[in-house]
């Protein structure tokens, strides 16, 4: 073991200069001279004494050839991490001499270490105490974790990456077995080009409660380890494989970095401070790609796309889509989480999931957990991406011999996993001893990683292995995989437009009506807009795929039409779509050309079901289209109409205007809502709900109109308000924006959809004279009307209205024509 990490960090360091040892000062590394001081130093005072100690021996320390002006030895202060300033720790003629050759570090290293071998003897028999091999143990390790330290200096530094090829045979764990090296066939030598990560979501189930923590009987544990206790655990689902690239590229293209609403306080802060400072916000190494973004047939190209990487001393080269996305900050991979609707595993479920096989007897289920994702046997390269053998990150479809009994592929190496855990001890917690500072001096403030990296010595990786980094760290080989809790379904919502903050426009109102009635029946709802998801193909399927959702519900057949279509290119792999047909669909979209109507016809087949606001929209469609029968339950097209409230109280008014000029208007509706003079007539437009620009143009030009002595009153109102309405629109509640109506001369339509065909039609059934725009749906809600007229109120009595360039359907208006 001690020449098994010898070699290991010969082929980390040995091509280095003695000024690259040096190094330049650069915050989350250390300088590599230093490090083999520290080192040296671990292996003299707590290695070596303590084992000379243990056997009765006299100790073998090493005097380190640095001394102060009184002669003392000061290796103490340059290397102990907890005495040596970190500034100092970069001054060469502190800790290395002015002799830029002299190499006393790396001469103290291997004079420590050889006093530490020297001690183990020349008999081969012998069997070792457990202190005596716990301290050898633990100063192997140490340098094991100074080894993968050294490798993601010289990424961070940008030197040229270490050559770290697997030897014939080499140790891989702490309690002696060892593995040859095998072939690795080329299994991972080929850098896929696929976009989408296929392998999706699988569910952990290991009752109430997990173990977690080591139990006394474990080989080999840290101290941050023990002791097992149990945690609260409930059903929950895990992704099957890390993020990729493919999948973060499409969380930067979107805007991951600008929309505050998925960052954390603290993450936040670290966003507005990079983007002070200039940086780049996508994961570090990242660099923009000079390529097109739109390839040749017109289509959007992935995201991963349009982007680089430069690792180490490398030029920059295209993104492998299907490597694991690295370099990224615990804030990054938790913001990431937050935009698919899903969240960090804890470190007890990713725990369950890597280590955890369960068994059913006589309905009593039992839980076992391994030591590694696969099993008892020591980790190879078959199965993990360790040691730096294979020289970076692989796919992660790749070594599905490693798999754990859930399904989770590559828990053990090729990235570090974040988990959602704070590092704090667990109960029972006790120092490591002789080397105190291994955790306690972390606790509370970082985040806890599992799994180690494709740099992480195969000896101290293990599934049960805690270690820990700062959040806002992202130089280290650090990656994620998303968790989803619970067995509840879920259901992805996509809205036409940006949702913005106190906005309340009609779209929004209907999904937080849709998101309602799911949440009602145990359905979660995941809200976005078309504007953050992708728009490729690829990456739009790569997404939802990932947010494991059960249903789609787009509101728009051309507005959110792109997930429409990609659910048709994708269908093996997406759920079904639900369409909710916006006003414009039928009025204005799908009627501007032959291939828009054909484009609608073939949308409204993808979906599995398709919902309309008003019987007029679906007969105002291109014919065919909406096949709709209102007594048949199994329709493909439902009808959830608007809802439509007129009060008792409001027809006897109303009929009472109609009977007698003089009206008298309810003291609610009086001040603001209309002039002091009943004599002018009250113009009502429903707002609220419709553009600020329809409701200044009305104002301005009844402004203008008034100031010729023809007087009129607009009131403008509805349901909603947000700050763009608050000096024009008043916000009333439903029963008096109904009274409103009644009290209204004339009620005005601005929209070019039927986001207002339910205020219309209760306009119409009152009395009220409405003016509208001339569209398909308008035309078919008057017809609908006329029949619930004639009905009601017989035949006409009069035929035909003309008035300046208006048109006034007939039978509606028969109601007013005595008026």
Not at 152 to 166: C, D, F, I, V
Not at 402 to 424: I, K, P, Y
Not at 512 to 518: G, K, N, V
Not at 534 to 550: F, G, R, T, W, Y
Request: aromatic residues 10%; hydrophobic residues 40%.
């Amino acid at each position: 073991m001690y020449a098994d990490v010898r070699e290991r960090r010969r082929r980390a360091m040995e091509d280095l200069t003695p000024l690259q040892r040096r190094a330049r000062a650069s915050g989350g590394v250390n300088p590599f001279d230093w490090s083999d001081g520290h080192v040296g130093h671990f292996y003299e005072f707590m290695v070596a004494e303590n084992a000379a100690s243990e056997r009765g021996a006299k100790s073998r320390a090493m005097v380190f050839e640095r001394q102060d002006e009184s002669g003392q030895n000061v290796v103490e202060e340059l290397f102990d991490s907890f005495r040596a300033d970190y500034a100092d720790r970069w001054r060469a003629e502190v800790v290395c001499g002015i002799d830029a050759s002299a190499g006393a570090c790396e001469r103290y290293r291997d004079a420590a270490a050889e006093a530490c071998e020297a001690l183990l003897g020349d008999d081969d028999a012998r069997e070792m105490g457990a202190c005596e091999t716990y301290l050898h143990t633990y100063g192997i390790v140490h340098e094991h974790w100074h080894v993968e330290d050294y490798v993601q200096a010289r990424n961070t530094l940008g030197y040229s990456k270490p050559k770290m090829e697997a030897p014939k045979r080499y140790p891989a764990n702490l309690w002696g077995d060892s593995v040859l090296a095998r072939s690795r066939n080329g299994e991972c030598s080929a850098c896929s080009t696929q976009v989408i990560t296929l392998q999706g979501y699988v569910d952990v189930d290991v009752g109430t409660t997990y173990s977690l923590g080591a139990e006394r009987e474990d080989k080999w544990v840290f101290d941050a380890e023990r002791w097992a206790h149990d945690v609260p655990m409930t059903k929950f689902k895990i992704a099957k494989t890390c993020c990729t690239n493919a999948q973060f590229a499409c969380f930067v293209e979107t805007g991951g970095y600008a929309d505050r609403s998925l960052w954390s306080h603290e993450g936040w802060r670290w966003v507005e401070k990079r983007r002070a400072a200039g940086e780049l916000l996508a994961p570090l190494g990242w660099k923009v790609s000079p390529c097109v973004k739109f390839l040749s047939n017109g289509e959007e190209a992935p995201a991963c796309e349009s982007w680089r990487c430069a690792y180490f001393d490398e030029a920059p080269r295209a993104l492998h889509p299907q490597h694991p996305v690295c370099h990224v900050s615990w804030y990054e991979a938790e913001a990431y989480c937050n935009w698919i609707g899903a969240r960090l595993p804890t470190e007890a479920e990713w725990e369950a999931a890597a280590r955890t096989t369960t068994s059913w007897s006589t309905d009593k289920q039992t839980t076992k957990r391994r030591t590694y994702p696969w099993g008892e046997e020591s980790p190879s390269e078959d199965k993990a991406n360790l040691g730096g053998h294979f020289g970076g990150t692989i796919d992660v479809s790749a070594l599905g011999a490693g798999d754990s009994a859930h399904g989770c592929r590559q828990m053990l190496g090729n990235v570090w996993e974040w988990t959602a855990s704070a590092f704090l001890p667990f109960p029972g917690f006790q120092m490591d001893y002789p080397y105190r500072e291994n955790s306690c001096p972390w606790f509370g403030y970082r985040k806890v990683v599992k799994g180690g990296c494709w740099a992480t010595s195969a000896p101290i990786a293990r599934a049960a292995y805690r270690h820990s980094f700062w959040p806002h760290m992202h130089n280290t080989f650090s990656g994620f995989r998303a968790a989803i809790g619970g067995s509840q379904k879920r259901a992805l919502c996509i809205l036409p437009q940006k949702i913005q903050s106190g906005a309340k426009c009609g779209n929004v109102v209907t999904m937080e009506r849709i998101s309602s009635h799911l949440e009602k029946n145990h359905i979660m709802s995941i809200t976005r807009s078309i504007f953050d998801l992708p728009q490729s193909k690829e990456d739009l399927a790569n997404i939802i795929h990932a947010m494991n959702v059960d249903l789609i519900i787009v509101l728009h057949a051309f507005k959110c039409g792109a997930v429409i279509d990609t659910v048709q290119a994708y269908k093996d792999m997406l759920p079904p779509i639900v369409l909710v047909l916006g006003g414009t669909d039928v009025n204005v979209d799908s009627r501007k050309s032959a291939l828009a109507e054909e484009q609608f016809r073939r949308r409204v087949d993808v979906a599995t079901k398709v919902v309309s606001f008003s019987l007029s929209m679906i007969e105002a469609a291109p014919k065919g289209a909406l096949k709709f029968i209102e007594s048949d339950s199994t329709s493909k097209t439902k009808l959830i109409p608007q809802g439509v409230m007129l009060p008792s109280t409001l027809k006897a008014s109303k009929r009472k205007r109609l009977a007698d000029e003089t009206v008298e208007t309810p003291g609610e509706l009086q001040g603001t809502s209309r002039p002091a003079d009943l004599s002018i007539p009250i113009m009502f437009l429903p707002a609220g709900l419709r553009p600020v620009k329809d409701v200044c143009f009305i104002n301005d030009a009844l402004t203008a109109y008034n100031s010729n002595g023809i007087k009129a009153h607009l009131t403008v109102c509805g349901p909603f308000l947000d700050s763009a309405y608050a000096k024009r629109v008043r916000c009333v509640d439903r029963a008096t924006l109904v009274r409103f109506i009644g009290e209204a001369k004339v009620l005005l339509n601005t929209s070019v959809s039927e986001g207002q065909s339910g205020t219309i039609a209760e306009a119409m059934m009152v009395g009220t004279l409405v003016f509208a725009r001339d569209i398909p749906g308008n035309r078919q809600l008057f017809e609908l009307c006329e029949a619930r007229a004639l009905a009601a109120l017989g035949p006409a009595t009069i035929k035909e209205m003309k008035g300046d360039g208006w048109e006034v359907h007939p039978r509606v208006a028969c109601a007013l024509s005595k008026h």
